[in-house]
């Protein structure tokens, strides 16, 4: 009966430890895609600030751009839960969009707007929070 109960609180503890694991573990892609949304939505408010900024841009290109923030925006509202990867995608895809268009801005400038604007606030570099 000793033994049977010394495996049973042996198994117990083998069973919490990998709920523990598996609860951080969690937690840390759940931190991990907080910060991809949240490096999504600086990325593309800043070029919205850089944009109203500069006179470089045609209002074609300006559009370009307009289209791809916005609709990595709504996409973004529009699913909630999705996946690391697909928040990284779209990232990439805006990114490209941009650095197609402005890449003097996308190769090493990101995070340096003006201060006193909200968007200056933050500042990251592309592909800082990049998971695969």
Not at 8 to 31: D, F, H, N, P, Q
Not at 92 to 121: R, Y
Request: glycine content about 4%; overall charge positive.
């Amino acid at each position: 009966m000793k033994r049977t109960n010394a495996i049973i609180s042996v198994s117990l503890a083998v069973c919490a430890t990998i709920v523990i694991v598996y609860m951080r573990w969690e937690a840390k892609i759940a931190a991990n895609k907080r910060e991809l949304k949240k490096t999504l939505i600086i990325y593309c408010r800043q070029f919205r600030a850089r944009m109203k900024n500069t006179s470089e841009l045609s209002e074609t290109d300006k559009k370009k751009i307009t289209d791809a923030i916005n609709k990595a925006l709504d996409w973004l509202k529009a699913h909630p839960d999705a996946t690391i990867k697909n928040i990284q995608d779209k990232l990439d895809e805006v990114q490209a969009t941009v650095g197609h268009i402005f890449p003097q801005i996308v190769v090493g400038q990101v995070g340096n707007l003006p201060s006193g604007t909200e968007e200056s606030k933050p500042t990251l570099t592309q592909g800082q929070l990049r998971v695969d």
